[in-house]
């Protein structure tokens, strides 16, 4: 049975509020599937605009077989190209960072503006027209500080997003930041059990000692109701929004994305093993340290964590149907100097603590996955109805990108 067949066949059958067929987790064809029609068409997290602040700058992002250089242009906006030369495909930028005044391609020196266009190609004959060969470009866009690439063919608008997003950013001027720090670490799980995995706090009380000094494993917070019955929740979003903070849940109908803000425990500020801000300088000169968390995820790529002294990013990257690469990024004032405004280890103490303990548990979720003994589980409608919502999602969105299911009636 190929792929398709298979995946459409699992989605028509799978019990909803379940984890789902083993297949869907240990599978390479359903994998590759993913990749092609899943990743290869949605928006994903690329990095951050404070990465590539000045022109020249650029960052490559590599997903499978799908890879962009991702380039500040001499005007400022900030656009993604295909890295492969348009003479004869080379890979034009083997650096994940870096800063250039032109793409020079390694193979044969054919040279792109930073814009993508064709400037130099060495005798090519009298009739070769430049303008023809400009860079491949690929859709990218910016809100709130983080950079999304789309390697689709008719990207989806981003409008929407933008501007649901970004008023709950926009108070913590990532655009003013720096990558104070940043880890990879490869989880041996699928990515659907790293996402699954963090969109409950099921587990937190009993795997999180660092993280549960500040962040609530309450339901009303990982999950995906509204918050209205929380007055907790109620009264930290009025304190929040009375100083210019939108922090009110918003789902988007689609599931794809949410932002809210959390308050922390005990009114503690930040994750640190105090609970005090790890950084002096706040983020966007921020003058109300108790603001919490704000929380955006952004299915299938990264979820984040905004806090009044740093950001937290996550990206999700799938290597193999069973591995992951999952990239945590800690975001300071791009003025607080390490040593005198923030100390590097109370910074990333809790985190770095607890992206451990989550890579053990996905693997070892991924080994009993594995066995012939599994079958899906349900989920708890009280901790894990955000886990059921993630699972919704991309049900859905692999069916809509499978088609109707009339390939499998065809099939019989
Ligand atoms: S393949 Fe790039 S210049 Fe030849
Ligand atoms: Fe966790």
């Not at 069973?322 to 100097?337: G, I, P, R, S």
Request: proline share 6%; net charge negative; with cysteine.
């Amino acid at each position: 049975m190929n792929a398709t067949f298979l995946a459409q066949k699992l989605l028509t059958s799978r019990r909803e509020g379940h984890s789902l067929p083993q297949a869907f987790y240990k599978d390479q064809s359903i994998f590759d599937l993913e990749m092609e029609i899943l990743f290869g068409g949605e928006w994903l997290f690329a990095g951050h605009d404070c990465e590539i602040p000045e022109p020249g700058d650029f960052m490559v992002h590599r997903i499978g077989n799908l890879e962009s250089i991702v380039i500040r242009g001499e005007d400022g906006a900030v656009r993604a190209f295909h890295n492969a030369c348009r003479h004869r495909g080379s890979r034009i930028c083997k650096a994940e960072h870096g800063t250039a005044n032109r793409l020079v391609c390694p193979y044969h020196q054919w040279t792109y503006n930073l814009d993508g266009r064709l400037l130099f190609a060495r005798d090519m004959g009298p009739d070769f027209d430049p303008s023809h060969y400009s860079l491949k470009s690929i859709g990218c866009e910016s809100a709130g500080g983080y950079i999304f690439v789309c390697y689709g063919e008719q990207p989806r608008d981003f409008s929407t997003v933008r501007s649901r997003i970004e008023p709950y950013m926009r108070p913590h001027r990532l655009e003013d930041a720096k990558v104070a720090w940043q880890s990879s670490i490869i989880e041996n799980g699928n990515w659907k059990l790293v996402w699954e995995n963090n969109r409950e706090c099921y587990h937190c009380s009993g795997s999180h000692p660092e993280l549960c000094r500040t962040f609530t494993d309450s339901p009303t917070v990982t999950g995906v109701e509204n918050g209205e019955s929380d007055s907790l929740l109620q009264t930290h979003w009025k304190r929040c929004e009375a100083a210019g903070l939108p922090s009110a849940f918003y789902l988007d109908p689609t599931g794809q994305y949410r932002v809210m803000r959390t308050p922390l425990l005990r009114d503690t500020e930040s994750f640190t093993m105090s609970g005090r801000s790890a950084s002096a300088k706040p983020l966007g000169g921020i003058r109300e340290p108790q603001i919490g968390s704000m929380l955006l995820f952004h299915y299938p790529t990264t979820w984040n964590h905004l806090l009044v002294d740093h950001a937290l990013s996550f990206q999700v990257m799938p290597i193999g149907p069973q591995e992951t690469q999952v990239t945590t990024k800690w975001l300071v004032h791009k003025d607080a100097v390490e040593g005198i405004d923030y100390d590097l280890s109370t910074l990333t103490e809790v985190w770095t603590a607890t992206n451990d303990q989550d890579r053990t548990l996905v693997e070892q979720n991924q080994l009993g996955v594995n066995s012939p003994a599994y079958e899906p589980g349900p989920y708890s409608p009280i901790h894990e109805n955000g886990v059921s919502q993630f699972v919704d999602w991309y049900c859905t969105a692999m069916e809509a990108r499978l088609g109707t299911g009339d390939l499998l009636a065809e099939a019989g």
